[in-house]
């Protein structure tokens, strides 16, 4: 065992004046205290997932939204609110298997696994998100690994056009680092994987705007780089 | 000022090759830097014995084409600044990239040395953040970037 989580629920009745509050643990670090269960398992949910990117020794997590399109992965690395979800939203709409919207795993040979948790949609300015089911959207989630096809470093910025620039693999292995979340802890690992994760990979970087645009325009990068192939 | 001519790459570095490019993580400062072609094979052959000339030469022979001083120049200066060279050994001489391009040439047959670097991310910093509201133990788990000390929920 590497972690213990412990969660003492308040019991007994309504009480004027005093809040029962259900508190959360991990090993001995208080992780979250609410007097809804409902937050404090959301806490759990969220530190586990977490907690199994960080800890993984087989598989390397990369923070990004993740689909399949013709057999290949695309990866839209990129920190929070940085509008991965509404992409993969987007891309699969047109089409695409939903893989993830949080966590790119990857294996040792370098393929991407599915991470289907729900896709979080944040809906106002208290950045709280509702859950969607990929089948809710009406798309099917992925259950094979992919090899990669395309990493696309996207920046949202209202009414930009989708102009990206190539990078080269060293520079996309690079921004890949970044969104490494046990980097830190497993560089070796992390930077084998990585290696072996870009191999034949198109890297793209730029600013976005709305993401119908962008989508489709990253979608078709694929198409491209598959009909090259073929040549 | 010996040791300053004859430049000594960090050994204790995790590398990585991308084609002609090399991905360095550095464990001590956790950063990750890309050295383009040019970085690259300067920096290999930072080896402690070689002078700065020494090394132009060297990577001409290698690359089968006219590379100037100040490219090397321009190389170790970048690597030095990104810490890749055992610091006593970092070159004296001042260079920018654009006095380089003004000596070069911008034909030059050689691209001009890149060194780009990233810090690596905590896992903190690296997971998805959480809405407002939402219980929390550090700034750095809230999409604000505020944990209440008191309520131990994510605010404005």
């Known amino acids: 065992m590497q972690r213990l989580y412990s969660l003492v629920v308040a019991e007994g009745g309504q009480r004027a004046g005093v809040r029962r509050m259900q508190i959360l643990y991990a090993d001995s670090l208080r992780i979250a205290r609410d007097t809804e269960l409902d937050q404090v398992l959301a806490a759990l949910e969220t530190d586990l997932h977490r907690y199994v990117a960080e800890a993984s020794p087989n598989m390397t997590f990369l923070h990004a939204g993740v689909v399949g399109w013709q057999g290949r992965a695309i990866l839209l690395p990129g920190h929070s609110l940085s509008g991965k979800t509404t992409l993969v939203r987007e891309m699969l709409r047109l089409g695409a298997t939903y893989y993830s919207d949080e966590f790119a795993v990857v294996d040792d040979s370098g393929n991407v696994h599915p991470f289907t948790r729900p896709l979080g949609i944040r809906e106002d300015a ?3 998100q509702t859950k969607y089911t990929a089948e809710t959207l009406g798309a099917i989630s992925g259950v094979k690994p992919l090899p990669l096809g395309v990493v696309a470093i996207c920046k949202y910025k209202a009414g930009a056009r989708w102009k990206p620039a190539s990078l080269s693999n060293g520079h996309g292995a690079l921004e890949l680092m970044g969104n490494s ?3 830190r802890n497993r560089p070796r690992h992390t930077l084998q994987r990585i290696q072996k994760l870009v191999r034949g990979a198109v890297f793209v970087k730029g600013t976005r705007g709305e993401a119908p645009e962008s989508a489709a325009s990253i979608l ?7 009909r090259r192939g073929r040549a | 000022m010996k040791e300053q001519e004859y430049p000594r790459a960090r050994v204790d570095c995790l590398v990585r090759e ?7 993580y550095d464990q001590q400062r956790n950063v990750g830097h890309c050295l383009n072609s040019t970085a690259a094979a300067a920096w290999k052959l930072c080896d402690g014995k070689r002078s700065t000339s020494e090394v132009t030469k060297t990577l001409a022979q290698q690359l089968s084409a006219p590379v100037d001083e100040a490219i090397v120049v321009l190389a170790l200066e970048q690597l030095a600044a990104a810490r890749l060279l055992l610091e006593s050994e970092a070159p004296v001489r001042r260079t920018s990239r654009r006095t380089a391009i003004r000596t070069i040439g911008i034909a030059g047959v050689i691209a001009l040395p890149l060194v780009t670097s990233l810090v690596a991310p905590t896992p903190a910093r690296a997971a998805s953040c959480l809405a407002n509201g939402r219980p929390c133990v550090s700034n750095a788990q809230c999409c604000s970037r505020r944990c209440g000390v008191r309520s131990g929920h994510c605010h404005r």
């Open chain 1, 181 to 183: 979340i046990a980097v």
């Open chain 2, 18 to 24: 991308f084609g002609d490019e090399v991905l360095v």
């Open chain 1, 220 to 226: 078709n990068l694929l198409n491209s780089d598959n």
């Open chain 1, 126 to 128: 208290t950045y709280s």
